[in-house]
């Protein structure tokens, strides 16, 4: 059982040319060597495998068509967390905005 989360400051995203599945990775860093990778699946109705925690690295999976939505958010929201939730056997892990204001209107 483990809840946990950091800040996202850096991303990478990338396409393997040699790969048949998993063809995506997205890398997500944090400020003290925390690394969350974002493994995609291009089967909509793939099982996803569950997020896992070793140490300050993180594994989450998600559907390809997830990718673009991912990549909008990086490049427009701040601040981007990663949370860890596995508490009470039922894993609610995801890649979040802060609470913020409606209407906010972000400048960039």
Same mark, same amino acid.
């Given at each position: 059982?483990?809840?946990?989360? #950091?800040?996202?400051? =850096?991303?990478?995203y990338?396409?393997? &040319?040699?790969?048949? =599945?998993?063809? =995506?990775n997205?890398?997500? !860093?944090?400020?003290?060597?925390?690394? %969350?990778?974002?493994?995609?699946?291009e089967?909509?109705?793939a099982?996803? *495998?569950?997020?896992?925690?070793s !140490?300050?690295y993180? &594994?989450? #999976? %998600?559907?390809y068509?997830?990718?673009?939505?991912?990549?909008?958010?990086?490049?427009?929201?701040? *601040?981007?967390?990663?949370?860890?939730n596995n508490?009470?056997? #039922?894993n609610? $892990?995801?890649?979040? =905005?802060? $609470?913020? *204001?409606?209407?906010?209107?972000?400048?960039?």
């Amino acid at each position: 059982m483990a809840q946990s989360s #950091f800040q996202v400051q =850096t991303y990478t995203y990338y396409n393997w &040319s040699s790969r048949s =599945t998993s063809k =995506t990775n997205l890398i997500l !860093g944090g400020s003290s060597e925390q690394t %969350c990778s974002v493994r995609f699946r291009e089967d909509l109705n793939a099982v996803l *495998p569950v997020a896992t925690q070793s !140490g300050s690295y993180y &594994s989450f #999976f %998600c559907h390809y068509n997830q990718l673009q939505h991912l990549i909008n958010m990086l490049r427009n929201e701040n *601040p981007i967390y990663i949370y860890f939730n596995n508490d009470h056997g #039922f894993n609610n $892990s995801r890649i979040s =905005t802060a $609470s913020e *204001p409606v209407g906010e209107e972000e400048l960039n």
